[in-house]
């Protein structure tokens, strides 16, 4: 499935759910407070068959052109975590925005660890 953006006189452009997973990656790991992305239970699933998993750590759900994340991270020991959590959403929210011209209708963070 793909997000479709029409433009009115020069066609349909579409993007892949790999090009929002790597965008969102990058932007998840550029919040202060996160040490790394965690495999979720289906990527790691994945990698083992021999497939290589781009988006690690990043789900997305596209569904009538409206874009689901979900992210699996670890913070670094003793930061806010709820404050980490909601840079994480603003930093995705905003780069997919800026990049991608997509707006997103939810942006799940799921705290997998601390890491000291």
């Known amino acids: 499935m793909e997000i479709s953006t029409k433009n009115s ?24 407070g996160v040490h790394s992305l965690q495999n979720n239970f289906a990527s790691g699933n994945i ?10 750590g990043v789900k997305v759900d ?6 689901i994340l979900s992210i699996y991270v670890a913070l670094k020991e ?4 709820h404050k980490v959590a909601e840079n994480i959403q603003s930093n995705v929210n905003q780069t997919l925005r800026t990049m991608l011209e997509q707006q997103v209708k939810e942006i799940n963070v799921h705290i997998v660890n601390i890491i000291k």
């Open 78 to 81: 003793g930061v806010n975590v």
């Open 62 to 67: 596209l569904k009538d052109d409206e874009v």
């Open 9 to 32: 006189n020069l066609g349909i452009i579409n993007i892949s759910p790999e090009v929002i997973e790597v965008i969102t990656s990058i932007a998840v790991t550029e919040t202060p």
């Open 47 to 56: 990698e083992k068959l021999g497939k290589k998993f781009r988006g690690r």
